[in-house]
C-alpha cells in the first residue's frame, strides 16, 4: 500500500512535475508476467527513478543495513526502500548471493517485476562495468526474459555523494526483451551464465553510449577509478 501511495499521490506526482522523466521503448516492459528489469548503475536515484517510470511495481533487493540505521536518517531511509518496493537481504557471509537469488526468484514465481543492477554496485565513473553472473542465474532459474534498461543521466541528477539532487530531465532507455530459453537447463555452468551476463551488458552498453570496462566496478572503487564521466 505505501508503495502505490507514495508513487501516485504522495512523490510521483512531484517528482514528475520536478525531473520530467524522457523515456524511451516502455513498451518493450510487457504488462504482465514476470519480468527481470537489468540496469545500468550510475546514481542512489536509479531505485527512485525506476519505480516512478515503470506501471508495475518493481522490486529491488538492497543490503539490510538500509533498513536499521537509527534517528531521523535512518527512519528516512528505511521508509523510503520500504516504500520502493526494495527487500532487505542480509549480504553477509557465504550464502548473502544465494539469499539475494533467492528472494528475486520469489518476485519472478509470483510473475512480478525483479529489478537488478549486473554491475553489482554503483559505477565510479559513470562507465559501465562488468557484469556479475547474477543476473544470468536469475534468468535461466526462472525463464523470465530479461529487459536492458539504462539510465542515461542519472549521475548528472545526482552524482556519488550528493544529497540534494540536481534539478534538471531525467533520461531512460529500454530494450526490447531478451530471451534465453535456448540456455534452459543450463544454470549453474559458468561458461553459459558467463555468455549469457556479456550479452546483457552489450546490450546495455549499447543502449546507454558509455564507455565498457572489462572489470568489475567494486575492484575500480578500490583502484581508485578516473574522474567522472560528464553528462
Do not use: C
Not at 506501471?55 to 516504500?83: C, D, N, P, Q, S
Not at 509470483?110 to 537488478?116: D, H, L
Not at 549486473?118 to 529487459?147: C, F, I, M, N, Q
Amino acid at each position: 500500500m505505501l508503495y502505490w501511495l507514495l508513487k501516485y499521490i504522495i512523490l510521483g506526482p512531484l517528482l514528475r512535475l520536478i525531473f520530467r522523466p524522457q523515456v524511451e521503448g516502455l513498451e518493450h516492459v510487457p504488462d504482465t508476467g514476470p519480468v527481470i528489469l537489468a540496469s545500468n548503475h550510475l546514481s542512489f536515484s536509479d531505485s527512485i527513478f525506476t519505480p516512478l517510470i515503470v506501471k508495475r511495481k518493481v522490486t529491488f533487493i538492497a543490503k539490510a543495513e538500509y533498513f536499521t540505521g537509527r534517528g531521523l536518517k535512518g527512519w528516512l531511509t528505511k521508509m523510503f526502500f520500504v516504500g520502493s518496493g526494495t527487500i532487505p537481504v542480509d549480504r553477509s557471509g557465504g550464502r548473502a548471493a544465494r539469499a539475494a537469488l533467492d528472494t528475486q526468484l520469489s518476485v519472478l514465481r509470483a510473475g512480478g517485476i525483479a529489478g537488478i543492477y549486473p554491475e553489482g554496485t554503483r559505477s565510479p565513473d559513470g562507465r559501465l562495468y562488468r557484469g556479475k553472473t547474477g543476473v544470468a542465474r536469475l534468468a535461466l532459474e526462472s525463464g523470465a526474459p530479461v529487459v536492458p534498461m539504462a539510465m542515461l543521466n542519472s549521475d548528472a541528477i545526482q552524482p556519488t555523494g550528493q544529497i540534494i539532487p540536481n534539478l534538471g530531465r531525467v533520461r531512460i532507455r529500454f530494450g526490447p526483451p531478451l530471451d534465453f530459453s535456448r540456455y534452459a537447463g543450463m544454470a549453474g555452468d559458468r561458461f553459459v551464465e558467463r555468455a549469457v551476463t556479456d550479452e546483457i551488458m552489450y546490450e546495455l552498453m549499447e543502449l546507454s553510449g558509455r564507455e565498457y570496462v572489462d572489470t568489475y566496478a567494486q575492484k575500480a572503487k578500490g583502484a581508485g577509478a578516473r574522474q567522472p564521466v560528464p553528462a
